[in-house]
């Protein structure tokens, strides 16, 4: 690569040299295809090193761990759900790994409270599950958009942490299994989040109960969060001492692998397993390390629904575990989310992990 890089300048100062013959038009158009010459390279081989995380079989012990779970909207403690449809629910988890129910009981107010008008049904649907899936855990998630990025919560400030660690052991009061928090974006380095994390795990661990997390995806290079949050300002990954140090503070740590902007089903299988890799190396191993699966259909700017399928992650999430650590129990897989999920995405979710 240095050598045509080296071509690459030799060649852009010949055409700054402004040779004679060439109009201006000429020159530009030279200029800008010597540009896109040399960008193509690492981009072409950053897509190269994708499709090779991509390349293989799945081992065949790669498996479910019986340690999968679903985020649940917020429908199932609101009024809107029924006897009838916790028994579908039931029907559709049965024979799968899922253990673990990430149920839609929020949002919290920016100052960290959270009211209790918003879930009138969830101790009937706590009851309800309970009884129709025993050995499912019911974790309540809890989440709000993050300060300084958005007008929502600062974790900086004691005050809105203390009304978190109130809002969690409110939820455990209902009956819940377990607190799940979804909180975006909290930037890679956020002091306040760790604190946050040191406060309500003392009230989980109290309860014997789980606390788990929704993370970002881990920089694919080194320092790829700082220069995102510098151009962009926006917090799209953590590093991976930060998600290492968040993963040492819980029970089950749930990576948002999708949103990834790649627009082929190989190169976003590839990332998967990359994540997958970046995640199995720094999360202890008695910590549940679950990775998302992308049960919904979008075509938007940074989600190409015909790449970004449950298909590829799983076989992604697969190819790394069986490479990097293929006896690690504390393993899974996620779906997001239960309503939007369709029939293909469940029976991909079977066909390649559970089967």
């Known amino acids: 690569m240095k050598s045509f890089t080296a071509r690459a300048r030799r060649l852009a100062r010949a055409v700054a040299a402004r040779p004679r013959g060439w109009s201006r038009g000429r020159r530009l158009l030279v200029t800008a295809l010597v540009a896109l010459g040399v960008l193509a390279v690492p981009v072409g081989t950053a897509a190269l090193a994708l499709r090779l995380e991509y390349a293989g079989d799945p081992a065949p012990q790669t498996r479910t761990r019986g340690r999968d779970a679903v985020w649940l909207g917020h429908a199932w403690v609101d009024g809107r759900k029924s006897d009838a449809d916790v028994e579908a629910l039931a029907a559709r988890l049965a024979g799968t790994g899922i253990r673990d129910l990430y149920v839609h009981t929020g949002p919290l107010e920016h100052d960290g409270s ?64 377990g607190v799940h928090f979804d909180m975006e974006p909290v930037h890679s380095g956020s002091a306040g989040w760790l604190a946050l994390l040191d406060q309500v795990h003392t009230v989980t661990a109290a309860r014997g109960v789980p606390l788990s997390v929704a993370a970002p995806q881990i920089d694919p290079l080194p320092g790829l969060h700082a220069a995102g949050l510098a151009l962009s300002g926006h917090g799209k990954w953590w590093s991976q001492a930060y998600f290492a140090q968040t993963a040492r503070r ?11 902007g790649l627009p082929l089903e190989s190169l976003y299988g590839g990332y998967v397993a990359q994540q997958t890799t970046l995640a199995l190396e720094v999360t202890p191993p008695q910590v549940d390390l679950l ?4 049960a919904y259909w979008e075509n938007r700017s940074g989600h190409y629904g015909s790449a970004e399928t449950v298909e590829a992650a799983v076989r992604g999430a697969r190819l790394a575990l069986g490479r990097e650590a293929p006896q690690r129990q504390a393993f899974g897989l996620a779906l997001y989310v239960d309503f939007t999920a369709t029939p293909e995405h469940w029976s991909a979710y079977r066909r390649g992990w559970v089967a």
């Open 114 to 177: 959270l009211d209790s008008a918003l879930y009138p049904n969830a101790r009937w649907f706590l009851g309800a599950v309970h009884r129709a899936l025993p050995g499912i855990r019911v974790q309540s998630w809890l989440g709000d958009v993050m300060a300084p990025e958005k007008e929502g919560l600062h974790l900086e400030q004691l005050p809105v942490r203390d009304r978190i660690t109130a809002s969690a052991a409110q939820v455990l009061d209902l009956g819940f299994d």
């Open 250 to 260: 819980v029970e089950q740590i749930a990576v948002m692998s999708y949103d990834t």
């Open 291 to 294: 990775m998302g699966l992308p």
